[in-house]
T-cell receptor, first 114, second 114 residues
Framework: NAGVTQTPKFRILKIGQSMTLQCTQD?????MYWYRQDPGMGLKLIYY???????DKGEVPNGYNVSRSTTEDFPLRLELAAPSQTSVYFC?????????????FGPGTRLTVT | AQSVTQLGSHVSVSEGALVLLRCNYS??????LFWYVQYPNQGLQLLLK??????LVKGINGFEAEFKKSETSFHLTKPSAHMSDAAEYFC????????????FGGGTRLMVKP
């Protein structure tokens, strides 16, 4: 199993551009999450999904959109990129079975908006 | 709302010394608690988890943590630090009401001196 994979690893965007961060997991997990990590701030939840076709907002959803058309994929869309979106983005997934609460993380995408 | 506080954003120990990383949480329901480790330029890796079984939880790489309900704490310890333990450590609490999203502390950077 590859686990959770994210592309790209790095990206530089100009203000106002848009892009999609890709996330794929091959563990057949129902739950998927997007977090952003800012220095000294821990990780904050942007959006999450409990299954294909179902998404919900997390703590910091403004400026982002998501979709979940398949179990495997959970892309994160940035529209009109702003410098405040400079961050490291992590995708995670979790199995929905009982007694299985830990999330598995991808390697991250480092995004700079200038 | 749940929250996690990690006391000390930076902790420095000598190789062979005890490692103690502090985590306090607030939760309106019995929590699930986690410690994750992040090595430079990598994603988060689960160290250990508490899911209402034994209060003393053993994890990978010789780490363990004790859940103390009366103190709302989940401190991480390791008897003898290795140079390879240098990393950032995150404590997290799971919210069962929001797809088991994780709320993270701000992180503690552990430095190990030779």
């Amino acid at each position: 199993n590859a686990g959770v994979t994210q592309t790209p690893k790095f990206r530089i965007l100009k203000i106002g551009q848009s892009m999609t961060l890709q996330c794929t997991q091959d563990m057949n997990h129902n739950y998927m999450y997007w977090y952003r990590q800012d220095p000294g701030m821990g990780l904050k939840l942007i959006y999450y999904s409990v299954g294909a076709g179902i998404t919900d907002k997390g703590e910091v959803p403004n400026g982002y959109n998501v979709s979940r058309s398949t179990t495997e994929d959970f892309p994160l869309r940035l529209e009109l990129a702003a410098p405040s979106q400079t961050s490291v983005y992590f995708c995670a997934s979790r199995w929905s079975g009982q007694n299985s609460y830990e999330q598995y993380f991808g390697p991250g995408t480092r995004l700079t908006v200038t | 709302a749940q929250s996690v506080t990690q006391l000390g954003s930076h902790v420095s120990v000598s190789e062979g010394a005890l490692v103690l990383l502090r985590c306090n949480y607030s939760s309106s329901v019995p929590p699930y608690l986690f410690w994750y480790v992040q090595y430079p330029n990598q994603g988060l890796q689960l160290l250990l988890k508490y899911t209402s079984a034994a209060t003393l939880v053993k994890g990978i790489n010789g780490f363990e943590a004790e859940f103390k309900k009366s103190e709302t704490s989940f401190h991480l310890t390791k008897p003898s630090a290795h140079m390879s333990d240098a990393a950032e450590y995150f404590c997290a609490v799971s919210d069962r009401n929001a797809g088991n999203m994780l709320t993270f502390g701000g992180g503690t950077r552990l430095m190990v001196k030779p």
